[in-house]
T-cell receptor, first 113, second 113 residues
Framework: SQQGEEDPQALSIQEGENATMNCSYK?????LQWYRQNSGRGLVHLIL???NEREKHSGRLRVTLDTSKKSSSLLITASRAADTASYFC?????????????WGAGTKLIIKP | NAGVTQTPKFQVLKTGQSMTLQCAQD?????MSWYRQDPGMGLRLIHY???????DQGEVPNGYNVSRSTTEDFPLRLLSAAPSQTSVYFC????????????FGSGTRLTVV
Protein backbone atom coordinates (compact mmCIF):
# COMPACT_ATOMS: atom_id res chain seq x y z
CA SER A 1 0.00 0.00 0.00
CA GLN A 2 1.33 3.45 -0.82
CA GLN A 3 1.67 5.90 2.01
CA GLY A 4 3.74 8.54 0.28
CA GLU A 5 2.42 10.24 -2.82
CA GLU A 6 4.73 12.47 -4.77
CA ASP A 7 3.61 15.51 -6.67
CA PRO A 8 4.11 16.23 -9.50
CA GLN A 9 4.54 12.87 -11.23
CA ALA A 10 6.85 14.52 -13.75
CA LEU A 11 8.74 17.80 -13.84
CA SER A 12 10.81 19.33 -16.64
CA ILE A 13 12.85 22.48 -16.01
CA GLN A 14 15.79 24.37 -17.47
CA GLU A 15 19.26 23.84 -16.09
CA GLY A 16 19.97 26.36 -13.36
CA GLU A 17 16.38 26.62 -12.19
CA ASN A 18 15.15 25.28 -8.86
CA ALA A 19 13.10 22.08 -8.69
CA THR A 20 10.52 21.42 -6.00
CA MET A 21 8.87 18.07 -5.37
CA ASN A 22 6.23 17.34 -2.78
CA CYS A 23 5.29 14.25 -0.82
CA SER A 24 2.12 13.64 1.16
CA TYR A 25 1.48 10.77 3.54
CA LYS A 26 -1.36 9.45 5.63
CA UNK A 27 -0.26 8.16 9.03
CA UNK A 28 2.06 9.36 11.78
CA UNK A 29 5.68 8.70 11.03
CA UNK A 30 9.01 8.15 12.72
CA UNK A 31 10.87 9.68 9.78
CA LEU A 32 10.61 10.51 6.09
CA GLN A 33 13.36 9.79 3.59
CA TRP A 34 14.14 10.98 0.07
CA TYR A 35 15.95 8.87 -2.50
CA ARG A 36 17.19 9.43 -6.05
CA GLN A 37 17.19 6.82 -8.80
CA ASN A 38 19.04 7.38 -12.03
CA SER A 39 17.70 5.47 -15.00
CA GLY A 40 18.42 1.76 -14.71
CA ARG A 41 20.28 2.11 -11.42
CA GLY A 42 19.68 1.46 -7.75
CA LEU A 43 18.25 4.03 -5.38
CA VAL A 44 20.55 6.39 -3.54
CA HIS A 45 19.65 7.77 -0.12
CA LEU A 46 19.59 11.59 -0.08
CA ILE A 47 18.18 12.82 3.22
CA LEU A 48 16.38 11.43 6.27
CA UNK A 49 14.27 13.88 8.28
CA UNK A 50 12.84 12.81 11.62
CA UNK A 51 9.34 13.67 12.80
CA ASN A 52 10.65 16.23 15.32
CA GLU A 53 12.64 18.08 12.65
CA ARG A 54 11.25 20.73 10.32
CA GLU A 55 14.06 21.32 7.84
CA LYS A 56 17.32 19.71 6.74
CA HIS A 57 19.95 20.71 4.22
CA SER A 58 22.50 18.73 2.27
CA GLY A 59 24.47 20.65 -0.35
CA ARG A 60 21.94 21.91 -2.92
CA LEU A 61 19.13 19.91 -1.34
CA ARG A 62 16.65 21.27 1.18
CA VAL A 63 13.95 19.11 2.73
CA THR A 64 11.08 20.39 4.82
CA LEU A 65 8.60 18.41 6.87
CA ASP A 66 5.19 19.58 8.07
CA THR A 67 3.75 16.88 10.29
CA SER A 68 0.51 18.83 10.84
CA LYS A 69 -0.16 18.68 7.08
CA LYS A 70 1.51 15.28 6.69
CA SER A 71 3.64 16.59 3.87
CA SER A 72 7.25 17.10 2.87
CA SER A 73 9.02 18.92 0.09
CA LEU A 74 12.38 18.42 -1.59
CA LEU A 75 13.99 21.49 -3.14
CA ILE A 76 16.95 21.15 -5.49
CA THR A 77 18.57 24.51 -6.10
CA ALA A 78 20.56 25.51 -9.21
CA SER A 79 19.68 22.29 -11.01
CA ARG A 80 22.20 20.49 -13.20
CA ALA A 81 21.80 17.95 -16.00
CA ALA A 82 23.11 15.30 -13.59
CA ASP A 83 20.05 15.87 -11.38
CA THR A 84 17.89 14.21 -14.06
CA ALA A 85 16.46 11.21 -12.21
CA SER A 86 13.41 9.90 -10.41
CA TYR A 87 12.97 11.02 -6.82
CA PHE A 88 11.12 8.94 -4.25
CA CYS A 89 9.89 9.73 -0.79
CA UNK A 90 9.51 6.94 1.73
CA UNK A 91 7.95 7.06 5.16
CA UNK A 92 8.54 4.95 8.27
CA UNK A 93 5.12 4.72 9.99
CA UNK A 94 5.13 4.75 13.78
CA UNK A 95 2.45 2.05 13.94
CA UNK A 96 4.71 -0.48 12.21
CA UNK A 97 6.83 -2.04 14.95
CA UNK A 98 9.47 -3.03 12.41
CA UNK A 99 9.46 0.44 10.88
CA UNK A 100 9.16 -0.75 7.29
CA UNK A 101 9.50 1.99 4.72
CA UNK A 102 6.47 2.70 2.57
CA TRP A 103 7.23 4.17 -0.83
CA GLY A 104 5.60 6.62 -3.16
CA ALA A 105 5.55 6.17 -6.94
CA GLY A 106 8.14 8.89 -7.50
CA THR A 107 8.62 12.16 -9.37
CA LYS A 108 10.48 12.02 -12.66
CA LEU A 109 12.69 15.10 -12.97
CA ILE A 110 14.17 16.13 -16.32
CA ILE A 111 16.72 18.94 -16.46
CA LYS A 112 16.96 20.50 -19.91
CA PRO A 113 20.35 21.91 -20.93
CA ASN B 1 33.87 -0.91 0.73
CA ALA B 2 31.55 -2.52 -1.85
CA GLY B 3 28.23 -1.72 -0.11
CA VAL B 4 25.41 -3.96 -1.38
CA THR B 5 26.27 -6.33 -4.20
CA GLN B 6 23.58 -8.03 -6.28
CA THR B 7 24.06 -10.77 -8.82
CA PRO B 8 23.18 -11.37 -11.56
CA LYS B 9 22.41 -7.99 -13.16
CA PHE B 10 20.22 -9.52 -15.86
CA GLN B 11 18.41 -12.84 -16.09
CA VAL B 12 15.91 -14.45 -18.46
CA LEU B 13 13.95 -17.41 -17.15
CA LYS B 14 11.39 -19.70 -18.66
CA THR B 15 8.07 -20.12 -16.89
CA GLY B 16 8.40 -22.75 -14.19
CA GLN B 17 12.15 -22.45 -13.74
CA SER B 18 13.65 -21.61 -10.37
CA MET B 19 16.59 -19.42 -9.54
CA THR B 20 18.28 -17.54 -6.72
CA LEU B 21 19.08 -13.84 -6.73
CA GLN B 22 22.13 -13.14 -4.61
CA CYS B 23 22.60 -10.18 -2.28
CA ALA B 24 25.61 -9.50 -0.09
CA GLN B 25 26.56 -6.50 2.04
CA ASP B 26 29.84 -5.72 3.79
CA UNK B 27 28.65 -2.96 6.14
CA UNK B 28 27.63 -5.24 9.02
CA UNK B 29 24.03 -4.09 8.62
CA UNK B 30 21.47 -6.04 10.63
CA UNK B 31 18.51 -5.19 8.41
CA MET B 32 18.19 -6.47 4.84
CA SER B 33 15.27 -6.50 2.46
CA TRP B 34 14.15 -7.37 -1.05
CA TYR B 35 11.96 -5.14 -3.19
CA ARG B 36 10.51 -5.37 -6.63
CA GLN B 37 10.00 -2.32 -8.81
CA ASP B 38 7.46 -2.29 -11.62
CA PRO B 39 6.82 0.57 -14.09
CA GLY B 40 4.78 3.40 -12.64
CA MET B 41 4.79 1.91 -9.15
CA GLY B 42 6.81 2.49 -6.07
CA LEU B 43 8.91 -0.19 -4.50
CA ARG B 44 7.04 -3.16 -3.05
CA LEU B 45 8.54 -5.13 -0.20
CA ILE B 46 8.88 -8.88 -0.79
CA HIS B 47 10.71 -10.18 2.29
CA TYR B 48 12.91 -8.69 4.95
CA UNK B 49 15.26 -9.73 7.76
CA UNK B 50 16.14 -7.92 10.98
CA UNK B 51 19.12 -10.16 11.68
CA UNK B 52 20.73 -13.52 10.97
CA UNK B 53 18.24 -16.35 11.36
CA UNK B 54 15.22 -14.01 11.27
CA UNK B 55 13.07 -13.39 8.20
CA ASP B 56 9.56 -12.12 7.63
CA GLN B 57 7.14 -11.48 4.81
CA GLY B 58 6.53 -8.15 3.22
CA GLU B 59 3.72 -6.90 1.02
CA VAL B 60 4.16 -9.32 -1.92
CA PRO B 61 5.84 -12.54 -0.64
CA ASN B 62 4.02 -15.16 -2.73
CA GLY B 63 6.29 -17.13 -5.03
CA TYR B 64 9.48 -16.09 -3.21
CA ASN B 65 11.56 -17.57 -0.39
CA VAL B 66 14.42 -16.11 1.61
CA SER B 67 16.91 -17.20 4.23
CA ARG B 68 19.45 -15.33 6.35
CA SER B 69 22.13 -17.70 7.57
CA THR B 70 24.76 -14.94 7.91
CA THR B 71 24.66 -11.20 8.53
CA GLU B 72 26.22 -10.58 5.10
CA ASP B 73 24.02 -12.62 2.75
CA PHE B 74 20.32 -12.52 1.98
CA PRO B 75 19.43 -14.59 -1.12
CA LEU B 76 16.00 -14.46 -2.75
CA ARG B 77 14.68 -17.64 -4.33
CA LEU B 78 12.06 -17.78 -7.03
CA LEU B 79 10.42 -21.16 -6.63
CA SER B 80 8.60 -21.52 -9.97
CA ALA B 81 8.97 -18.44 -12.14
CA ALA B 82 5.87 -16.84 -13.62
CA PRO B 83 5.56 -13.98 -16.16
CA SER B 84 4.05 -11.84 -13.36
CA GLN B 85 7.46 -11.95 -11.67
CA THR B 86 9.07 -10.05 -14.52
CA SER B 87 10.42 -7.02 -12.71
CA VAL B 88 13.51 -5.26 -11.42
CA TYR B 89 14.57 -6.59 -8.03
CA PHE B 90 16.49 -4.54 -5.49
CA CYS B 91 18.20 -5.63 -2.32
CA UNK B 92 18.62 -3.01 0.41
CA UNK B 93 20.28 -2.95 3.79
CA UNK B 94 20.24 -0.67 6.80
CA UNK B 95 21.98 -0.35 10.14
CA UNK B 96 18.65 -1.04 11.83
CA UNK B 97 15.30 -0.99 9.98
CA UNK B 98 13.82 2.19 8.57
CA UNK B 99 15.05 4.31 11.45
CA UNK B 100 18.11 4.76 9.25
CA UNK B 101 18.65 5.27 5.54
CA UNK B 102 18.84 2.29 3.25
CA UNK B 103 21.73 1.32 0.99
CA PHE B 104 20.56 -0.28 -2.24
CA GLY B 105 22.18 -2.68 -4.62
CA SER B 106 22.24 -1.93 -8.34
CA GLY B 107 19.36 -4.28 -9.09
CA THR B 108 18.60 -7.46 -11.04
CA ARG B 109 16.45 -7.12 -14.14
CA LEU B 110 14.47 -10.38 -14.46
CA THR B 111 12.38 -11.40 -17.44
CA VAL B 112 10.19 -14.49 -17.31
CA VAL B 113 9.04 -15.78 -20.69
Amino acid sequence: SQQGEEDPQALSIQEGENATMNCSYKTSINNLQWYRQNSGRGLVHLILIRSNEREKHSGRLRVTLDTSKKSSSLLITASRAADTASYFCATAPIMDSNYQLIWGAGTKLIIKP
Amino acid sequence: NAGVTQTPKFQVLKTGQSMTLQCAQDMNHEYMSWYRQDPGMGLRLIHYSVGAGITDQGEVPNGYNVSRSTTEDFPLRLLSAAPSQTSVYFCASSYATAKYGYTFGSGTRLTVV
